[in-house]
């Protein structure tokens, strides 16, 4: 590009050009519109005054990360926590008598019944998720609580007794609790054996199987299993053991996730949330888990 070049007028719009050419057409050396340039000039003086009124600029100060106040000293957060403040207090009452009435109770008021509900999907979210999804489709050791398989009931009076005392929470003394046995590490069965039992469960939940092994792990299932889980293998609920005989397996229902478990045992752990949250809370997850669906 040459001195002249960029001196060049153009004929038909007898603006000068920047010297520039792609393919015979030129580029016109056309000033910003007025316009433009003072909205973006008005957006820098904005900048700068927000920087100075809001809160803007983070900086470490003894304490860690933190962020100027801004000359108005507003902030969001303090906002968001007046704001749940209001709507915690405005619920106070509904949520002292969610806590002071039986779960039954509060379903047969349909307002007390919404209020609870949305508090019970919100704890949810908060304590329940992490293990059991967001849905509570559950995953590989943590239940599915929207079918009708219940390890330990599925009533009302179950849910909640479950929610406050846990499964196999040492802190609790009223913690639900039954353990399996470690069979095979323990040397309770031998490594035929375990594999034995493992093709008779296979057997009762109408699996392919070896059935001369599930023969043989009949009379072991028998010595070893039917005080938990029952003669027919449907389970006993009081002692929270399932129901071998159904398509639905916390740990897995294959041969090698069932040997697994008859060799290793199986002792999955859920908090007592009684020691953690209040008992308007405590009932509101209790109504909510059973509204899920899968609720007796």
Not at 36 to 58: E, N, R
Not at 91 to 105: C, K, N, S, V
Not at 133 to 138: K, Y
Not at 198 to 204: D, G, K, M, S
Request: charged letters at 20%; aromatic letters at 10%.
């Amino acid at each position: 590009m040459t001195e002249s070049s960029k001196n060049e007028v153009d004929d038909v719009t007898g603006v000068k050009t920047t010297g520039h050419e792609w393919d015979g057409i030129r580029e016109l050396d056309n000033p910003m519109p007025k316009w433009w340039l003072y909205t973006f000039y008005a957006s820098i003086v904005w900048s700068l005054a927000y920087w100075v009124v809001m809160p803007a600029w983070p900086y470490l100060s003894t304490e860690g990360w933190t962020y100027t106040e801004g000359v108005i000293g507003y902030a969001q957060r303090d906002v968001v926590t007046r704001e749940i403040a209001a709507v915690t207090q405005g619920r106070a009452g509904d949520m002292q008598r969610i806590a002071t009435l039986a779960p039954e109770e509060v379903a047969s008021d349909a307002a007390l019944m919404e209020v609870a509900l949305a508090a019970g999907k919100a704890a949810f979210g908060d304590n329940c998720a992490p293990c059991h999804g967001s849905g509570a489709q559950g995953s590989w050791g943590f239940p599915n609580l929207n079918d009708d398989v219940w390890l330990w009931g599925g009533t009302l009076e179950d849910i909640r007794y479950t929610l406050a005392h846990g499964i196999r929470w040492e802190a609790d003394d009223a913690t639900r609790q039954n353990v399996m046995m470690a069979f095979g590490r323990d040397g309770i069965l031998s490594r035929r054996e375990v594999a034995d039992v493992a093709e008779f469960v296979l057997a009762l939940s109408d699996q392919d199987h070896d059935a001369d092994a599930a023969t043989r792990g009949a009379e072991t299932f028998g010595e070893q299993c039917v005080t938990c889980h029952g003669a027919d293998g449907t389970g006993i609920r009081e002692l929270g053991a399932p129901n071998l005989t159904d398509a639905v397996w916390l740990y897995g229902g294959d041969r090698a996730s069932i040997v697994q478990s008859v060799s290793n045992g199986r002792s999955g752990v859920m908090p007592a949330w009684g020691e953690r949250l209040d008992a308007g809370t405590i009932n509101a997850l209790t109504l909510y888990v059973h509204s899920l669906g899968g609720g007796e």
